[in-house]
T-cell receptor, first 109, second 113 residues
């Protein structure tokens, strides 16, 4: 079992819809959770981070964390074509960060 | 401007020819890390360093070496590159207190023939 698993893609949504990206992790000692967006051939850039159980909202993005279920998700509301990218879930423990394989999102105009 | 720089950005080399990819950050970050990215496999951590002279293996350290003699620099060394090390490499850095976003360099695309 992989340490960090993301829902397999690719994911395609129409412009204006909600995109839902999911991630599960195996290490119960994980302390912090991150979502990165990566455009093809570019560096990952941080979208959201979350430490505590519950929801965290930032503009059109909402991260949700459930430590009991070892589950973290990212919702993108009012999806735009510019949101088309690969989204990486990252889980940080003691010193080490582990990334999922990524989910590629396409937002169709 | 706060940044992580990597050099070279692109490199084509041959099997067995030693090479070094440099990484430098200007944010006084304690933590630095190297990742490789292959199609469909996300980012896999090669080595990381919590501070000067402190390094540790990540998930895929075989065939790589690192050193951390200065806080700002964290070079990645391939003593005898092989074709399976053809990949896109990212260096990253962050602070170690509180939340601390990880900043990534622009990437180095390495091809080993």
């Amino acid at each position: 079992q992989k340490e960090v698993e993301q829902n397999s893609g690719p994911l395609s949504v129409p412009e204006g819809a909600i995109a839902s990206l999911n991630c599960t992790y195996s290490d119960r000692g994980s302390q912090s959770f991150f979502w990165y967006r990566q455009y093809s051939g570019k560096s990952p850039e941080l979208i959201m981070f979350i430490y505590s159980n519950g929801d965290k909202e930032d503009g059109r993005f909402t991260a949700q964390l459930n430590k009991a279920s070892q589950y973290v998700s990212l919702l993108i509301r009012d999806s735009q074509p510019s949101d088309s990218a690969t989204y990486l879930c990252a889980v940080r423990g003691a010193g080490k960060s582990t990334f999922g394989d990524g989910t590629t999102l396409t937002v169709k105009p | 401007e706060a940044q992580v720089t990597q050099n070279p950005r692109y490199l084509i080399t041959v099997t067995g020819k030693k090479l070094t990819v440099t990484c430098s950050q200007n944010m006084n970050h304690e933590y630095m890390s190297w990742y490789r990215q292959d199609p469909g496999l996300g980012l896999r951590q090669i080595y990381y360093s919590m501070n000067v002279e402190v390094t540790d293996k990540g998930d895929v350290p075989e065939g790589y070496k690192v050193s951390r003699k200065e806080k700002r620099n964290f070079p990645l060394i391939l003593e005898s590159p092989s074709p399976n090390q053809t990949s896109l490499y990212f260096c990253a850095s962050r602070g170690t207190s509180g939340y601390n976003e990880q900043f990534f360099g622009p990437g180095t695309r390495l091809t080993v023939l």
